[in-house]
């Protein structure tokens, strides 16, 4: 099983970080595949609203020569890609909202090429914010879900933890329990739904 952890984070070390080691590790210990890429050292560009990747067959097919096409593949390659990221301003951080941005790629619905490179992939959420969860993280989350919507993915849900009192938050035995046994929910449902695929298929 593929996971690919997008973590969006300025800080590399800081509360988010924190919080997807557990996370990480519950998945490492249960023989899965993590592929973990840090979005703020890398060039990610505005997506140009060209449409140049709609005639693309096969592939991403992206004019912007940066990091999103080999994140791209990464994406494509996995099985359930991760959105980890602190809430600012209610959504997700600058570098995170580009890449979304520049999904357009992977759904060719709008020129001469046709089909889906993600259709079916398992989306999830890790996040911290500083207010409560449904104020703080619902607006992300509803976007998140619209996209699987139009994307014909599948969303598989939130863990998120509070910042009050700084990095220890996130390092308390609640918080690394949760995230532990958000990675274990994640592994049952996409073994369940990879089943139920394979006896409708079958």
């Not at 060039?43 to 992206?62: F, V």
């Not at 918080?175 to 739904?193: N, P, T, V």
Request: hydrophobic share 35%; with cysteine.
């Amino acid at each position: 099983m593929k996971f690919c952890i997008l973590m969006a984070s300025p800080r590399l070390r800081g509360n988010t970080a924190e919080l997807v080691k557990p996370f990480v590790q519950e998945l490492e210990e249960n023989n899965c595949d993590v592929t973990y890429i840090t979005l703020s050292d890398k060039d990610i560009r505005p997506c140009k609203g060209c449409y140049t990747c709609q005639d693309i067959e096969g592939r991403y097919g992206c004019v912007q020569d940066d990091d999103v096409p080999t994140i791209m593949e990464t994406i494509i390659e996995s099985d359930c890609v991760v959105l980890a990221t602190p809430i600012y301003t209610w959504y997700c951080t600058a570098p995170m909202k580009a890449l979304l941005d520049r999904h357009y790629g992977l759904n060719k619905f709008y020129g001469d090429a046709s089909g889906s490179l993600w259709k079916g992939k398992k989306i999830a959420i890790i996040a911290t914010h500083g207010y409560d969860v449904s104020y703080a993280a619902e607006p992300f989350e509803t976007g998140v879900k619209r996209l699987c919507e139009h994307s014909e993915l599948e969303y598989l849900g939130l863990y998120s933890v509070r910042h009050v009192e700084g990095k220890r938050d996130f390092k308390t035995e609640t918080a690394i329990k949760g995230s532990r046994d958000f990675a274990s929910d994640l592994i049952a449902a996409i073994g369940e739904i990879n089943h139920n695929n394979k006896e409708r298929n079958a």
